[in-house]
């Protein structure tokens, strides 16, 4: 059986897109740098809960490194029918410290899949992440998909709207068929560090205290993971016609219902049973003051329904962390 190439394999979402795939029997090559923007221990933790499963295989590979991308891909690439492309240098703050990062991994290495995927010769559809950090601090909400996304507010959100363009550019001159996916605030169990979901849970259950921005005000379509990885796989279900002119599509995978950083951390102090300490500060370069996705393209044409709270993702969550940082 064909296996379908999953690039971050161990990040967060491409984790549970890949356990999601081998869930359905598919085979899959896992790919990741493993590198140290976060502990790689979470990383490689959530690579043991892969490890040994029917169908996964795993290479550690920058693909930023177009050599060493294309020597880890030799043997699987002339039978590739599906790419899952999630692997990028995720972060907006830490992308006004370290640019050169986002140019490396966001673009150099986003380019060299499309290299990859062009020369497959029996690739059928590739997907790709982007980011709701393409619309900028849009005023108009929610955030729909013929919006402007030409006024980024950062690097993060700069590279992610180049890697859309590239795409179009690859679907339209070489047929290309692609998908990509604008994620909106993915959080849940085995999520990353540097969310501020994550880092108030631990502070909240450590007794220590957590920085909010502008009173806590700021809103965002906070989306659980299994909602977004049910999107991912109906979106690389469902590729665009190969005989379009520009067989491209994007789509919005968020929750449709932004929620305010103050019921955040509400949520987590329910789940924690404990309250919170805060430190309110002005909000940070590259922040937004809101996102919110305007599902009417992906509920259509893909059948995606998210379906998980603020409060019960939360709740799972925080019963997942008790365990991870016991463990």
Wanted: proline content about 6%; some cysteine.
């Amino acid at each position: 059986m064909p296996e379908i190439i999953v690039t971050g394999a161990a990040g967060f979402i491409g984790s549970f897109v890949t356990a999601a795939l081998l869930d359905r029997g598919e085979q899959v090559l896992g790919l990741d740098s493993l590198n140290a923007y976060y502990d790689p221990a979470l990383k490689q933790a959530r690579l043991q809960r892969l490890a040994g499963r029917n169908g996964f295989r795993f290479r550690q590979v920058d693909i930023a490194d177009e050599a060493a991308l294309k020597a880890a891909l030799e043997d699987a690439l002339p039978q590739a029918r599906q790419i899952v492309h999630l692997a990028a240098q995720a972060g907006v703050r830490y992308s006004i410290q370290k640019p050169e990062e986002y140019v490396r991994a966001n673009l150099n290495g986003h380019f060299n899949m499309l290299q990859v995927a062009r020369e497959a010769p029996h690739l059928e559809h590739l997907v790709y992440a982007s980011s709701s950090s393409v619309y900028g601090a849009s005023k108009k909400a929610p955030f729909a998909l013929d919006d402007a996304a030409d006024h980024p507010v950062s690097l993060y959100a700069a590279t992610k709207r180049a890697d859309e363009l590239l795409s179009i550019s690859y679907a339209r001159i070489f047929g290309l068929r692609q998908t990509g996916l604008r994620f909106f605030t993915v959080y849940g169990p085995w999520g990353r560090p540097d969310m501020a979901y994550f880092k108030f849970t631990k502070a909240v259950l450590e007794g220590t205290p957590i920085e909010t921005y502008g009173g806590g005000a700021l809103q965002r379509d906070f989306t659980y993971i299994d909602d977004i990885v049910a999107g991912v796989l109906a979106a690389l279900d469902r590729p665009p016609p190969a005989d379009a002119e520009e067989p491209h599509r994007l789509y919005n995978l968020g929750n449709d219902r932004p929620e305010s950083v103050n019921a955040l951390v509400t949520a987590i102090e329910t789940a924690c049973g404990r309250k919170a300490q805060r430190i309110d500060k002005p909000m940070p370069l590259g922040d937004v003051p809101r996102t919110w996705a305007d599902l009417s393209a992906s509920r259509q044409d893909l059948g995606y329904a998210p379906a998980v709270t603020l409060d019960e993702g939360i709740r799972r969550f925080v019963a997942w962390y008790r365990d991870y940082a016991q463990a």
